[in-house]
Each structure stands twice: as structure tokens, then as C-alpha cells.
């Protein structure tokens, strides 16, 4: 089977509104910056960073129904890792991003392997995530080679002609690298919904049982996806650190941050291609409205966001609990049914 085959088949197979609406959209991504201020392009990076997160945690869950609740664990190990490596070696990002991707793929190797070899599914596998988080959260706080809990600085010196190799450039460079890394994760993902492994996934995650009775090799998928999305996840790790530039294992590593990257899946539509890209828009946009709205009323109420924040997505699931993407998609003619937002399309293994 050609790496192509199954890009090509969901790209043919898409109704042509859908194409052309999914090229208008990059076009648009790809100027976004010659057009927005400095705001605006940070709440764009911030889009697609979640967006990026989403898709990854979407491969592990949405695909195979391997729901991780600790997915943090791989953003501070892979933001730690390379801002490590720079800072006390001099190793560009771009070749501790790989490093990163090594570390993160064995962290989730190993978490799968003790999870599928003993049996541990449901919920909880689900604590085994949330439990490898937060030791090494614990171990974090007290390395002291990267900080401990004063947190760990990066250089943030530019001006110079290494600039982008050192990922030390401006919001343009990482507006760019925030689009790279989510159209990549989309490819990815569009990839496996078509290949042999996505249907594998599909069948694992719809009824495991059934599939190791019609022969599919259960655990080496479940561990392909878990390591896919592991070392996916390290990837925006990195973005992380070389963008804000500073780490705290409290925050980098903290539940709320492996709440937040499954919110904009969970919101967008589990399982779905463009599910969590349009979850990461309306979970972004809601954050800052309700921000602004409350300093233009000036209320300064301790837990008021929180409170806003949390009533209006619980609305969101309880009126639309299969994500909003899927009703969306269908009503807009971009796709004919529920098993086509999935990839159940016809399958290329030639």
C-alpha cells in the first residue's frame, strides 16, 4: 500500500464543497498573519495549538477508544527534553524535537505495555495515565538540573541569522510552526482513518473483543496508537517550551493542562477529523469572550470565568453530545453521513 493511497481516496471521495472548503480555510491560515495584530496572532497560535493536541489525543481515543486522562504527561517530557538538551548542551530544537519524539514514544510504550500486557482497560487505564502524570509532575519538582519547582528558564536572545534554527524568532515563526505541526497531526490522522491500522483502530475501539475473535492483533494496534499519539504530543511539548519559554512541572504537567487538550475533541466531535480543529476555535474564542466580557463589566469575581466557562460547555454537551462538528458537517452538505466523518470509506491496501 502506497503512504499516498488512503490520502488520495478521502480526498477524491470528499464531496467537492468539502475540498474546496478545506483549501479556502488553509489559504486563509496561511495569510492570517500579513492581516492580524500581535493579539489576534496569539490567539491564533493558541488555536492551533490546541487544535494540534486534540488531533493527537483524537488518534489514541477518538480512533481506538484508549481514553488517557494524564496526555500532559508527554507535553511536559517532551517540553523538558528539548528545552534540556538547548539549554545545557547547545542541541538545536529541531533535532530535540526528535529526541523528544524517542522519549515520549518509550514513556507511552511502556505506560501501554503495562496497561494491555496485564489488562488494564476503562477506567483504569484511564488512572494509570492520570498516576504516571502525577509522579513524574512529583519527580519534576524536585530535579533541580531542570529548575525543580522554581521552574526552568529558557535564552530568549534574538536578533540574530540563527534565529529560526535555535526557534528563537518571533510570532510569525511560530504562528507558521503552529500551522505545520496541526496540518501534519490532520494528514496523519486523515492517513489513518483510511489505512489498515484506522479500521483496525475503529474495531478495537467499537468492540475489542469481536476484533481479537476476527483475528486483528489487538494489543500491537492498541500500542501503535497509544506511541502515535505519545510522540505527536511531545511534538507540541517542544512548541511549548520555545514559546513561552519558561517550565513549571505544577502547570506543564497538572491535570488541568490534560483536561485541556481533551476539551477541544470532546467539544468538536470525538473521533472525527476536523472535530477537534473546530472544538480548539470555539473552546479559544469562548475563553476570550467570557475574558473580555467580564473586563468590560468590569467584574472581578474570583471563579466567575470558571464557573461561565464550565456552564457553557456543559450545555454544549448535554444538547450536542456527539460533538458539534458532525451536525454541523452534515447540515453544511460537507459530508453525506456519520460513517464518512469516520473514514469508512473504502479501504486502498493495494
Given at each position: 500500500?502506497?503512504?499516498?493511497?488512503?490520502?488520495?481516496?478521502?480526498?477524491?471521495?470528499?464531496?467537492?464543497?468539502?475540498?474546496?472548503?478545506?483549501?479556502?480555510?488553509?489559504?486563509?491560515?496561511?495569510?492570517?498573519?500579513?492581516?492580524a495584530?500581535?493579539?489576534?496572532?496569539?490567539?491564533?497560535?493558541?488555536?492551533?495549538?490546541?487544535?494540534?493536541?486534540?488531533?493527537a489525543?483524537?488518534i489514541?481515543?477518538?480512533?481506538?477508544?484508549?481514553?488517557?486522562?494524564?496526555?500532559?504527561?508527554?507535553?511536559?517530557?517532551?517540553?523538558?527534553?528539548?528545552?534540556?538538551?538547548?539549554?545545557?548542551?547547545?542541541?538545536?530544537?529541531?533535532?530535540?524535537?526528535?529526541?523528544?519524539?524517542?522519549?515520549?514514544?518509550?514513556?507511552?510504550?511502556?505506560?501501554?505495555?503495562?496497561?494491555?500486557?496485564?489488562?488494564?482497560?476503562?477506567?483504569?487505564?484511564?488512572?494509570?495515565?492520570?498516576?504516571?502524570?502525577?509522579?513524574?509532575?512529583?519527580?519534576?519538582?524536585?530535579?533541580?538540573?531542570?529548575?525543580?519547582?522554581?521552574?526552568?528558564?529558557?535564552?530568549?536572545?534574538?536578533?540574530?541569522?540563527r534565529?529560526?534554527?535555535?526557534?528563537?524568532?518571533?510570532?510569525?515563526?511560530?504562528?507558521?510552526?503552529?500551522?505545520?505541526l496541526?496540518?501534519?497531526?490532520?494528514?496523519?490522522?486523515?492517513?489513518?482513518?483510511?489505512s489498515?491500522?484506522?479500521?483496525?483502530?475503529?474495531?478495537?475501539?467499537?468492540?475489542?473483543?469481536?476484533?481479537?475473535?476476527?483475528?486483528?492483533?489487538?494489543?500491537?494496534?492498541?500500542?501503535?496508537?497509544?506511541?502515535?499519539?505519545?510522540?505527536?504530543?511531545?511534538?507540541?511539548?517542544?512548541?511549548?517550551a520555545?514559546?513561552?519559554?519558561?517550565?513549571?512541572?505544577?502547570?506543564?504537567?497538572?491535570?488541568?493542562?490534560?483536561?485541556?487538550?481533551?476539551?477541544?475533541?470532546?467539544?468538536?466531535?470525538?473521533?472525527?477529523?476536523?472535530?477537534?480543529?473546530?472544538?480548539?476555535?470555539?473552546?479559544?474564542?469562548?475563553?476570550?469572550?467570557i475574558?473580555?466580557?467580564?473586563?468590560?463589566?468590569?467584574?472581578?469575581?474570583?471563579?466567575?470565568?470558571?464557573?461561565?466557562?464550565?456552564?457553557?460547555?456543559?450545555?454544549?454537551?448535554?444538547?450536542?453530545?456527539?460533538?458539534?462538528?458532525?451536525?454541523?458537517?452534515?447540515?453544511?452538505?460537507?459530508?453525506?453521513s456519520?460513517?464518512?466523518?469516520?473514514?469508512?470509506?473504502?479501504?486502498?491496501?493495494?
Open positions: 500500500m502506497a503512504i499516498g493511497s488512503p490520502l488520495r481516496a478521502a480526498w477524491v471521495d470528499a464531496p467537492a464543497r468539502s475540498r474546496l472548503a478545506l483549501l479556502a480555510l488553509f489559504a486563509v491560515l496561511v495569510v492570517v498573519p500579513m492581516a495584530d500581535r493579539y489576534v496572532l496569539s490567539v491564533m497560535i493558541l488555536i492551533l495549538f490546541l487544535a494540534f493536541v486534540g488531533l489525543w483524537n489514541m481515543m477518538g480512533f481506538c477508544g484508549q481514553l488517557s486522562l494524564g496526555h500532559a504527561l508527554y507535553v511536559g517530557l517532551g517540553a523538558y527534553t528539548a528545552a534540556a538538551l538547548y539549554q545545557h548542551f547547545g542541541v538545536v530544537p529541531w533535532i530535540g524535537m526528535l529526541v523528544a519524539v524517542a522519549v515520549c514514544v518509550l514513556a507511552a510504550s511502556f505506560i501501554g505495555w503495562l496497561a494491555f500486557r496485564f489488562g488494564i482497560g476503562g477506567t483504569y487505564f484511564s488512572l494509570l495515565t492520570i498516576a504516571f502524570a502525577e509522579f513524574t509532575r512529583i519527580g519534576f519538582d524536585h530535579l533541580n538540573w531542570v529548575g525543580g519547582s522554581g521552574g526552568f528558564f529558557l535564552r530568549v536572545a534574538q536578533g540574530g541569522a534565529d529560526w534554527l535555535n526557534m528563537r524568532g518571533g510570532p510569525w515563526m511560530f504562528y507558521y510552526l503552529a500551522l505545520g496541526t496540518v501534519l497531526a490532520f494528514l496523519l490522522s486523515a492517513w489513518l482513518l483510511r489498515r491500522a484506522g479500521f483496525y483502530f475503529r474495531a478495537i475501539r467499537d468492540n475489542e473483543e469481536a476484533a481479537r475473535a476476527a483475528g486483528v492483533p489487538t494489543f500491537r494496534y492498541k500500542m501503535f496508537a497509544v506511541q502515535i499519539s505519545g510522540g505527536l504530543t511531545a511534538l507540541a511539548g517542544v512548541f511549548y520555545f514559546y513561552y519559554n519558561n517550565l513549571f512541572p505544577e502547570q506543564i504537567f497538572a491535570m488541568s493542562r490534560s483536561i485541556e487538550i481533551i476539551l477541544a475533541p470532546i467539544i468538536g466531535g470525538i473521533g472525527t477529523l476536523f472535530g477537534p480543529v473546530l472544538g480548539a476555535v470555539l473552546l479559544t474564542l469562548l475563553s476570550e469572550g475574558t473580555h466580557g467580564l473586563d468590560a463589566f468590569e467584574i472581578d469575581v474570583p471563579g466567575v470565568k470558571q464557573i461561565l466557562y464550565g456552564v457553557a460547555l456543559g450545555l454544549s454537551i448535554m444538547f450536542m453530545p456527539h460533538g458539534v462538528w458532525p451536525g454541523i458537517a452534515r447540515r453544511l452538505g460537507l459530508v453525506r456519520r460513517a464518512e466523518l469516520e473514514g469508512k470509506g473504502g479501504r486502498d491496501d493495494e
